[in-house]
């Protein structure tokens, strides 16, 4: 449970916890192959994100980043 709390309060982008909740959700009952499948989705979608980049950049920067949920 500490652990979920650390998680929690750092940094994470809210569009990537959002998506990565909602597909645990939806392929709780799922095979793999479509558990893996909607997650390379999800992915893709989310690497087109503004927090996406603001995460890279901040890494190169050596920074914490400032995600705005985008």
Do not use: Q
Not at 36 to 50: A, D, K, M, P, V
């Amino acid at each position: 449970m500490r652990w979920c709390r650390s998680y929690v309060s750092s940094p994470h982008s809210p569009s990537a916890l959002r998506t990565a909740k909602k597909l645990l959700n939806d392929t709780e009952d799922a095979l793999l192959t479509t558990a893996i499948e909607l997650e390379g989705h999800c992915y893709s979608r989310l690497r087109s994100s503004e927090d996406f980049a603001e995460g890279v950049s901040a890494f190169h920067a050596k920074r914490k980043p400032v995600f705005k949920g985008s």
